[in-house]
Structures are given as structure tokens and as C-alpha cells.
């Protein structure tokens, strides 16, 4: 685990030396979500993950990046930082919609 850790260093710093950090972070333990629903007259909210599943997400990456297969590219070094699964989404744009 340590040694993801210093891998995940080294690679965000060299997403920010090369100018396509955003921002990155990791997230605390499903186990201390809260789900929200506001869809109602008054919001439910309920202790636990919006998913129940044996896979979570740790932390994640914003990145810039020129394209696809720029970011694809990042996210493979990030999987192997990481030691882990790297899932790729583009932000959904105004044209997306």
C-alpha cells in the first residue's frame, strides 16, 4: 500500500509538472457516505454508498487532456501508479447533452 501511495505521488506530480492536473483527492470509506434524495417534498437521507457493491471508488483525477486517447494514455500510467482500476469519463458538455 505504501508503495501505491509513493507511485501516486510521483504520478500526480508528473500530471502537474505537464499541465494536466485539475485536481485529485481521495475519498473516505463508503461505509461514511450518506446518500441523498431531494426528489421528494422533504429530502431521505440514508447512512451508506448510493450503489451496494463490493467495488468502490478510492480517489479520483481531473485531468486536461487533448484528447481521448491522451487521457486513455494518463489513465493507464495512473492504473499502474495506483495499483488499481483507472475508469475514464469526459465531462458532459453543453454539445454532449
Do not use: Q
Request: negative net charge; glycine residues 12%.
Amino acid at each position: 500500500m505504501l508503495r501505491a501511495f509513493a507511485d501516486t505521488g510521483a504520478f500526480n506530480e508528473r500530471l502537474r509538472t505537464d499541465g494536466h492536473l485539475v485536481f485529485a483527492d481521495g475519498l473516505e470509506a463508503p461505509t461514511t457516505a450518506t446518500t441523498v434524495d431531494g426528489r421528494g417534498g422533504k429530502p431521505v437521507f440514508t447512512d451508506g454508498p448510493y450503489l451496494e457493491t463490493k467495488e468502490h471508488l478510492d480517489g479520483f483525477w481531473v485531468i486536461e487532456a487533448a484528447d481521448l486517447d491522451v487521457a486513455l494514455a494518463l489513465a493507464a500510467e495512473g492504473s499502474r501508479a495506483c495499483h488499481g482500476t483507472v475508469e475514464v469519463r469526459p465531462f458532459r458538455s453543453g454539445g454532449s447533452v
